[in-house]
């Protein structure tokens, strides 16, 4: 189904473009997200009408994204969490779980806005991205620990895996599954 993008998709396309998609991906998330529109021939020319507004106003998110993003710059959150002897959880971190503790440090996110690969079942620092807008998206640390003390000890020893880009390694929230010293090895 080929349908027009009305914002930019991570690895499918920018806003304008389009693309080709599985019926049902556009039928259950694009096309009710608004995020796309069925490629017709009515639709291509109202959105070519419409294209300079849509960027405006997708500019105009943007920069309020960029702003936002600013008070994101070294968040790192600390969830406390029971874990074993060889750091393995005994749950595990969701998205749910970041962004309920990134609002409680006075940031506003919904847990649709935490990109997760996979829930975060391991002790130690694990780099989360944050979708503030499709075109910002941010880096921040969770802080997954057994007490407030190992937290803080955490942080001190393995500063270092903070700066590991996640968006070169997807899946870098604790994909390793060796436990926090695997990160620092």
């Given at each position: 189904m080929e349908v027009i993008l009305l914002q930019r998709i991570?690895?499918?396309?920018?806003?304008?473009?389009?693309?080709?998609?599985k019926p049902g991906f556009a039928r259950n998330y694009l096309l009710p997200q608004k995020k796309a529109i069925r490629a017709t021939e009515s639709?291509?020319?109202?959105?070519?009408?419409q294209r300079a507004q849509l960027e405006a106003i997708?500019?105009?998110?943007?920069?309020?994204?960029?702003?936002?993003?600013?008070?994101?710059?070294g968040l790192s959150v600390v969830l406390l969490r029971q874990a074993a002897e060889?750091?393995?959880?005994?749950?595990?971190?969701?998205?749910?779980?970041?962004?309920?503790?990134?609002?409680?440090?006075g940031i506003k996110i919904?847990?649709?806005?935490?990109?997760?690969?996979?829930?975060?079942?391991?002790l130690g620092l694990h780099s989360v991205r944050i979708e503030l807008h499709p075109e910002v998206i941010v880096s921040i640390t969770a802080n997954v620990a057994k007490s407030e003390?190992?937290?803080?000890?955490?942080?001190?020893?393995?500063?270092?895996?903070e700066e590991t880009p996640a968006e070169a390694t997807p899946g870098a929230e604790g994909a390793s599954g060796?436990?926090?010293?695997?990160?620092?090895?």
């Open positions: 991570e690895k499918l396309g920018q806003m304008g473009d389009v693309v080709n998609v639709n291509r020319a109202r959105f070519e009408q997708n500019l105009e998110r943007r920069r309020d994204a960029e702003a936002m993003a600013r008070k994101f710059e060889n750091g393995q959880l005994y749950g595990s971190v969701s998205a749910r779980d970041i962004a309920d503790a990134v609002t409680e440090q919904t847990r649709s806005q935490v990109l997760m690969d996979r829930p975060i079942k391991t003390e190992e937290a803080e000890a955490q942080m001190t020893t393995e500063a270092p895996a060796e436990g926090p010293s695997a990160e620092t090895a």
